[in-house]
């Protein structure tokens, strides 16, 4: 397989308001964007604006019930993180309950595993669910170098990944996605290796079409509905900060979202297989077009946490998926949010799911 | 009560042709037999498209019998062979649809195309349960003939009407299709180019009164949420800098613009 660095889109022909989340000076500005429009529209039921740190406070990504770092030590009842704040001790409930590539008792989780856990109650210590070193990867494959090894294009926001399965874990994978072949799209969740990952669960079944071409969605009646019901999914940091709390949105307006980035030169004959998400339509959910910094309230449907969420990035991969979510009962329509794992997590997801029903509310 | 067993059979004749012109449409737009499956989905990857080419065969082919047989051409054993094998396809359906939505309940029927994308619900298997029981109905009913009274005729456009409520009733499809028919693009899906709601906010009346705050000519942001889109302006407001923040509308003529001049630093309005 040849080697293939990470492709990051750059334009000098951009304005300086293109949303390119790159920007060194992009956080601060898409931050503003919720103040400046609750200024000029007014917050939602309230016609005076809301004060600057009551916003700012309702949009600050901080982690109520996840906590994310990196296994130092770890027994039958207690856990030691090594996390932004520095070393930290949770006590494990009696009930808890570890995944590592599998279900595993929490013990058997290991010293250096990235870790991301969540609490039984908010701002309690005690740890009921633990995640070690999960991944995962969700695009079109553009490679593919015997039985086991992909090469995946997640789109131009993430760049591309290799994925490999094991002996154990093909016959699980090939039954939901009996296409791994080039042109056809993969979304598996696994283990994270220094540089692949290693595919263990089908996250979902595959869609039956190609790439490039997913169906057209139903047509929307009037407005888009708000509140919107569907399926949110997670995806890794990436370049993202591990905890960061938000949604990679599926349809950042294409005006402003730098869409229309040069397309990448054909350096090898995976590029021929490659499917830019924005150039297929509006993909499988019809979804108002947002942009970054723009607010969300997102509830998971299955255990009824909602959060009010910034979107962080493009999730335009999602649009190629026309999947339901059946985590509890079948969710409304397909992919309405990428979720960054801290905020799946934090709702309430269990990684190895790989999804939630969701309810999306525009501006909260 | 006869006239109901003699309207049976075209109508299962338009609902088979119209679910093979479905079908049909859909591959010729996607270009690809496998955007929508539907129950195929059940069977393994090489079987699924001989299996969906079989579907639409069987029903092209049911319907144009049934419409060959409703007459007196073909009365008899030809015409009730027909109607059986209709009534044992719609039954097929019924276990079909059952299946699927028990293991694949992310899953539409496909019947009718795309507009049957719509997970299989109970209307759905419902549905085909109704057709099976008409095909059976239809089983012996006499060749289409006139009515022959007009209290007859009115009692045929009754039932038939009742029937036809009864089938939107358990048609998720029916919604769409009023949905396409009535089309016009939300706003919130619209796509404008930014040089437009540039061009239009310059010609707006607020632009004219704030233009002399805004020290800049090319916004320092530009953002979109929904329906407006947001330009942000650097400017000057009784000598303090400022954020000229104007939310224009995004319709294509005389949108409604908004505007708050707000203290760069702490976003406070100056005015």
């Known amino acids: 397989m040849q080697s293939h660095e990470r492709q990051v889109r750059h ?19 898409f931050a503003r964007r919720a103040l400046l429009k609750a200024a000029v529209l007014g917050s939602p039921g309230d016609q005076a604006a809301p004060p600057k740190d009551a916003l700012l406070a309702k949009a600050s990504g901080t982690l109520v019930y996840t906590v994310i770092g990196k296994i130092l030590d770890i027994s039958p009842h207690i856990l030691v993180l090594d996390t932004d704040e520095g070393e930290q001790r949770f006590p494990l409930a009696a009930s ?7 279900p595993v008792a929490p013990a058997a989780l290991r010293q250096g595993d990235h870790a991301i856990v969540r609490r039984s109650q908010p701002g309690m210590p005690v740890v009921d669910r633990l995640w070690a070193e999960a991944g995962r990867v969700t695009g079109t494959i553009i490679e593919r170098d015997g039985p086991a090894t992909l090469l995946v294009d997640e789109g131009p926001a993430k760049g591309r990944r290799i994925v490999m399965i094991g002996a154990g874990a093909a016959g699980r994978i090939q039954v939901r996605f009996p296409r791994l072949e080039p042109g056809y799209l993969i979304d598996v969740i696994g283990l994270r290796h220094d540089g692949f990952l290693q595919a263990l669960i089908p996250a979902t079944a595959q869609p039956p079409y190609r790439a ?21 999914v997670w995806h890794e940091p990436g370049e993202e900060p591990t905890g960061l709390l938000g949604i990679a949105y599926p349809a950042l307006d294409p005006e402003t979202s730098c869409e229309q980035a040069a397309t990448t030169p054909v350096t090898c004959d995976g590029d021929l297989h490659a499917v830019d998400p924005h150039a297929t339509g509006p993909g499988c959910v019809r979804l108002p077009y947002l942009s970054v910094g723009s607010m969300l309230r997102l509830r998971n449907d299955c255990s009824g946490r909602a959060r009010m969420l910034p979107v962080t ?12 979510c059946v985590s509890c009962g079948t969710s409304q329509k397909g992919r309405i949010a990428d979720l960054t794992m801290a905020a799946f997590v934090e709702l309430g997801g269990n990684l190895e799911d790989g999804c939630f029903n969701a309810t999306m509310m525009l501006g909260g | 009560m006869l006239g109901i067993r003699d309207l049976q059979v075209p109508l299962l004749a338009c609902l088979l042709l119209g679910g093979c012109g479905g079908k049909a449409w859909r591959v010729l737009r996607d270009r690809s037999m496998s955007s929508g499956l539907g129950p195929t989905i059940l069977f393994p990857w090489r079987l699924r498209r001989p299996i969906m080419i079989a579907m639409c065969v069987t029903e092209l082919s049911l319907g144009l019998m049934l419409l060959g047989t409703v007459g007196r051409l073909g009365a ?17 359906a019924v276990g079909i649809l059952y299946e699927v939505r028990q293991r694949r309940p992310d899953v539409g029927c496909g019947c009718f195309g795309e507009l049957s994308d719509t997970p299989i619900g109970l209307r759905a298997i419902g549905r085909a349960g109704v057709l099976c029981v008409a095909s059976v109905v239809s089983i012996g009913a006499p060749p ?41 693009e939300p706003c919130e899906l619209r796509r404008l180019p930014v040089a437009r709601t540039l061009s239009a ?10 233009s002399g705050q805004v020290s800049a000519d090319v916004p320092a942001d530009v953002w979109r949420e929904g329906c407006w889109r947001f330009v942000v302006f650097p400017g000057l407001a009784h000598g303090q800098r400022a954020d000229v923040v104007f939310a224009v509308y995004l319709q294509p003529r005389k949108p409604p613009i908004r505007v708050a001049v707000l203290d760069e630093a702490t976003l406070s309005p100056i005015q």
Not at chain 1, 212 to 232: E, K, S
Request: net charge positive.
């Open chain 1, 11 to 29: 334009s000098t022909d951009f304005p300086g308001w293109c949303d390119d989340v790159t920007d060194s000076t992009g956080p601060a500005r």
């Open chain 1, 96 to 102: 808890a309950r570890a995944w590592r590539g599998g």
């Open chain 1, 212 to 232: 490039g071409r997913p169906p057209t969605p139903p047509l929307v009646n009037g407005h888009v509905p708000d509140p919107l019901g569907g399926t949110a």
């Open chain 1, 313 to 324: 990035g493009c999730g335009a991969t999602a649009r190629l998926f026309c999947d339901r």
């Open chain 2, 76 to 92: 008899g054993l030809p015409a009730n062979a027909v109607r059986a094998g209709t009534a044992v396809f719609f039954l097929v």
């Open chain 2, 144 to 184: 289409l003939h006139m009515p022959s009274a007009p209290a007859q005729g009115g009692l045929w456009l009754v039932a038939l009407a009742v029937e036809l409520a009864v089938l939107a009733f358990l048609s998720p499809e029916v919604g769409q299709l009023l949905i396409r028919l009535g089309y016009s």
């Open chain 2, 201 to 210: 906010l310059r010609a707006s009346s607020q632009w004219r009164r704030y």
